[in-house]
């Protein structure tokens, strides 16, 4: 059984939920999100309360049940908080710029690296931070990841993108003999 499954989804004020054709959209002041609901599960809209509950007895339904709980719950918190990943550039000469929709990276290849920002996603960059904020936790997410991996960060001097935040191991590097 699913914890977080069973416990529902309070609707904070201002935010509405639809379930039409096996479609969830969920309407707030930072956006709209929709999602397609599997067979699978059952989502109920009432008062204010999104429930789901699993629509059969299988191990994939019983997987899908918390899955798509978690979906609605971070569907409610994007339209109303919005989600953020930060990302911090390390190297010198390293830096990143946006021009319009796109970001530019000049991360010491030979040619700087477009990335045409997704669909809701903006950004900002202030001298070595990226700060990427959506409503829709699953496309900043991956936009992020995507950026890092432009120049992940190397293990002898930490140089590259990383999250803000994030530890990197260091190696010792070779030994004076």
Same mark, same amino acid.
């Given at each position: 059984?699913?914890?977080l499954?069973?416990?529902p989804?309070?609707?904070p ?36 309360v %999104? ?6 007895? !299988?191990?994939?339904?019983?997987a899908?049940? *918390?899955? /798509? $709980? @978690?979906? #609605? &719950? ?14 911090e ?12 929709n ?22 900002? %960059? ?6 990427? !904020? ?6 900043? *997410?991956? /936009? $992020? @990841?995507? #950026? &890092? ?29």
């Amino acid at each position: 059984m699913s914890r977080l499954g069973k416990q529902p989804v309070a609707l904070p004020n201002g935010v509405e939920a639809t379930l039409a054709d096996s479609v969830l959209t969920v309407k707030g002041p930072k956006g709209t999100l929709t999602r397609t609901v599997h067979k699978d599960v059952n989502i109920t809209i009432d008062n204010g309360v %999104v429930s789901v509950a699993p629509a059969a007895e !299988t191990d994939e339904a019983r997987a899908l049940w *918390g899955t /798509f $709980a @978690a979906h #609605v &719950r971070n569907m409610v918190t994007g339209v109303t908080e919005g989600f953020t990943k930060v990302l911090e550039i390390e190297g010198v000469g390293y830096r990143a710029e946006l021009r319009g929709n796109t970001l530019v990276l000049s991360m010491g290849f030979s040619h700087p690296v477009e990335m045409e920002l997704p669909e809701g996603v903006a950004a900002t %960059v202030e001298k070595n931070v990226i700060t990427l !904020t959506a409503a829709d936790k699953e496309v900043v *997410g991956q /936009f $992020a @990841a995507n #950026v &890092r991996k432009v120049k992940k960060p190397e293990p002898y001097k930490g140089k590259g993108i990383r999250y803000q935040g994030e530890y990197i191991i260091r190696k010792q590097g070779k030994k004076a003999v």
